[in-house]
């Protein structure tokens, strides 16, 4: 089942509690969250800031838990990052990293996140979930 969704996850304080150059923790159902995410067709990138060998470790370490990306710090499999040419964004519909606006929600958050279309908004200094906001009555003819 592959519904064309990219996820762009980070490594450090995502995957793992941040231990950098070592590999941290596993975060709580991170790796039960990611296959169930996998099993419904999203695509999953590593996207991260290691590079060579703590990057290998880390490649590494998701496949001893059952997980294999569909890239890794880039758009797709395969792709050769021309500095030249492009851009060094990537591609992908989500991107989960501990350091996103409001912090990191936990992996059972993330999946009902992804799962029910969750969307945010900042409201003074708050970040919040439009799906926990209370709802105002519209006023009017049709809304």
């Not at 950098?20 to 790796?31: C, D, E, S």
């Not at 395969?78 to 990537?90: A, C, L, N, W």
Request: glycine fraction near 10%; aromatic fraction near 14%.
């Amino acid at each position: 089942m592959l519904n064309n969704k990219k996820i762009a996850v980070d490594f450090d304080g995502t995957i793992v509690d941040d231990a950098y150059p070592a590999i941290g923790k596993p975060k709580t159902f991170v790796f039960e969250t990611l296959k169930k995410l996998q099993g419904q067709g999203f695509r999953l990138i590593l996207w991260t800031y290691r590079h060579g060998k703590t990057l290998e470790e880390a490649i590494e370490f998701c496949r001893n838990h059952g997980i294999e990306f569909y890239a890794v710090n880039s758009s797709f499999e395969g792709e050769v990052f021309d500095s030249e040419t492009q851009s060094r964004k990537i591609d992908a519909d989500w991107f989960i990293d501990d350091r996103n606006l409001g912090g990191f929600p936990g992996w059972g958050e993330i999946y009902n996140i992804i799962n029910e279309r969750i969307e945010f908004r900042v409201e003074g200094k708050e970040v919040l979930a439009y799906s926990k906001l209370k709802k105002e009555k519209k006023k009017g003819l049709f809304w």
